[in-house]
C-alpha cells in the first residue's frame, strides 16, 4: 500500500468512525442518560402505513428484560427453559428449571458473537425470565437475574469477572415478581436493589466486585430501579422501597431523607420522576393501591414536602412503566385503568387517557401497559407544548404519536412482534425497547427485532 492510498484508507475510517461516535448507544435501562429520552438526530417523522425498514429478526427466549445496545453490539438476558410450566398467577409462584442466558449480538445483523449461560431454578410468579435490562460501561456488562444471581462479563469476550448471589450472601428473598431494579453505575460504584437485613441497598465496586456499602431494611425491597437525581446542588440515590422513598449520599450509603410512600403488595416499581416545572422543582411517584404523591424538593436538598397526593380519580398509578414529566405535564399509563394518559402537575387532574397505546381496546383493563421514550429532536410544524414520544405497546406495536395537555395523536403505527406473554387473560409482550444507531430494538419471548427508524 503505497503513502497515498494509506493517507485515503485513513481519512475514510476517521470519517466513518465520526459517523458512528454521533449515533448514540443505549446501554442501560432508559438510554445513557436514564431518563427515557432519545437524543439522535435525523428520525423519521412518521412511521408509514407500510412501516419502517426491517433491518433482522433472531431466535431468543423468554424473558421480560430489555436489550442494551453499546460498541456495535447487543445485548440481551434471556431465560432458557428445560421443565416446568408458565402459570402467570399473580400470587403463585411457578417452579421452573432452566439457564439465565446473556446474549451479545451484533447490532448490524444480529448474529450471535458470544453467551453466557448459567443453570438457575426459578421460583417466581410470571416466570418467563430475566426482568433487568443489562448495563454495558467501559467494556464490562452486568446482568442481574430474576433469582438474584449478578454477574459481570467483559462485554467483548463474555468472559466472567465477578460475580455475587443476593440470596445467599445477604439472605435477600426472593420477591414474588422477581429480581427488577436494573442496575445503576455511579462513577466507581454499581449500585443494586438486593434485599435483606440492612441491606436493600447495595453498592459494589464495579471492577472487583468488592461490597463499598449497604443501607436500609424495609419489609420487602420493592422493585424500584437505583435513580440518581439533582438535589441542592449534590447527586441523590433515590431507592424507594415497600415502605419508604428514601435519598441516599451515593458514595456512602448514609441516608440524607425519607418519606413515607406504601404502595399495595410492597409494588414500589417506577423509578421516581423529577423535573423543574412552573410549580418549582418537583418529584413524582406512584403504585398500585392508589398510592401517589407530587413532592416539592427543598433547595438546599434536604428534603421534599408533599404538594399533593393521588385521589380515586386523579393523578396517575404506575406500575410496569416508568411516566415522564413534560413541561408542566405528566405522562403514563395507569394500572387501574390500563389507558395511557395526561396529568396536570399543579393539581394531579387527568386531562385525557386513550387505551389506543395500550392494550388497543374499547375496555379499561388491569395494568394495561405502554413503555414510553422522548424524542429530543423538535419537528418544524410541531406545535409548541408537544412532545414525540416513541412507544411500545403490549399488543407489540410500535408508535410514533404527539403528546400534548391537549391530546394524543398518532404519527403512525407499526406491528413488531406478536405478544407472547399472559396478563389478566389477554396476550401481551412487556419489554423496553432500546433506541441506539437510529434504530429500534425490541423483544417478546421467541424473537428479538431490529427496525431502522432514521432517515
Known amino acids: 500500500m503505497n503513502a497515498q492510498h494509506r493517507l485515503l484508507c485513513l481519512a475514510a475510517a476517521a470519517i466513518s468512525l465520526g459517523h458512528v461516535a454521533r449515533a448514540d448507544d443505549w446501554p442501560q435501562w432508559l438510554g445513557p442518560a436514564r431518563d427515557a429520552i432519545w437524543r439522535e438526530r435525523g428520525l423519521a417523522t412518521a412511521i408509514p402505513a407500510a412501516g419502517l425498514p426491517l433491518r433482522w429478526r433472531v431466535p431468543v427466549a423468554g424473558g421480560y428484560s430489555g436489550p442494551a445496545v453499546a460498541g456495535g453490539r447487543v445485548y440481551l438476558a434471556d431465560y432458557e427453559v428445560r421443565t416446568g410450566e408458565l402459570v402467570n398467577a399473580p400470587n403463585d409462584r411457578s417452579l421452573r428449571d432452566g439457564s439465565e442466558r446473556l446474549l451479545c449480538l451484533d447490532a448490524a445483523t444480529g448474529e450471535v458473537v458470544w453467551r453466557h449461560q448459567a443453570d438457575c431454578r426459578y421460583s417466581l410468579s410470571y ?107 449534590t447527586r441523590q440515590l433515590l431507592i424507594w422501597d415497600a415502605d419508604n422513598l428514601n435519598a441516599l449520599d451515593p458514595r456512602t450509603g448514609r441516608v440524607l431523607w425519607s418519606r413515607p410512600l406504601k404502595p399495595m403488595y410492597g409494588m414500589s416499581i417506577m423509578a421516581p420522576q423529577v423535573a423543574d416545572t412552573s410549580l418549582g422543582r418537583v418529584l413524582f411517584a406512584s403504585g398500585i393501591g392508589r398510592v401517589a404523591a407530587l413532592y416539592a424538593l427543598a433547595a438546599d436538598g434536604t428534603g421534599a414536602d408533599v404538594l399533593w397526593r393521588g385521589e380515586p380519580k386523579s393523578a396517575m398509578y404506575c406500575a410496569n412503566s416508568t411516566p415522564f414529566i413534560a413541561g408542566d405535564t405528566l405522562y403514563g399509563c395507569d394500572c387501574d385503568t390500563g389507558a395511557l394518559t395526561a396529568v396536570a402537575l399543579a393539581d394531579g387532574r387527568r386531562l385525557w387517557e386513550t387505551l389506543a397505546a395500550t392494550t388497543g381496546g374499547d375496555r379499561r383493563s388491569k395494568h394495561g401497559t405502554a413503555f414510553l421514550v422522548r424524542q429530543a429532536e423538535t419537528v418544524a410544524g410541531d406545535p409548541t407544548g408537544s412532545t414525540r414520544a416513541w412507544i411500545f405497546s403490549e399488543t407489540g406495536d410500535l408508535i410514533l404519536a404527539r403528546l400534548s395537555p391537549e391530546r394524543y395523536q398518532e404519527l403512525g403505527r407499526m406491528h413488531l412482534l406478536e405478544p407472547t406473554n399472559e396478563c389478566f387473560g389477554r396476550d401481551v409482550v412487556w419489554s423496553h425497547p432500546a433506541f441506539a444507531g437510529g434504530c429500534v430494538f425490541v423483544r417478546n419471548d421467541r424473537e428479538l427485532v431490529c427496525v431502522q427508524a432514521a432517515n
Open 127 to 233: 416466570a418467563s425470565g430475566p426482568r433487568c435490562t443489562p448495563t454495558v460501561v467501559d467494556g464490562r456488562v452486568y446482568m442481574l437475574g430474576a433469582e438474584g444471581n449478578l454477574v459481570c462479563l467483559d462485554a467483548e469476550t463474555g468472559r466472567p469477572l465477578w460475580g455475587k448471589d443476593f440470596k445467599q450472601e445477604y439472605s435477600a428473598p426472593t420477591p414474588i415478581w422477581g429480581f427488577c431494579g436494573h442496575p445503576l453505575v455511579e462513577g466507581d460504584l454499581l449500585i443494586c436493589l438486593v434485599g435483606g437485613p440492612g441491606s436493600v441497598a447495595v453498592a459494589f465496586d464495579r471492577v472487583t466486585g468488592a461490597e463499598r456499602w449497604k443501607a436500609l431494611s424495609a419489609s420487602e425491597s420493592g422493585y424500584c430501579p437505583p435513580t440518581i437525581i439533582e438535589q441542592g446542588g
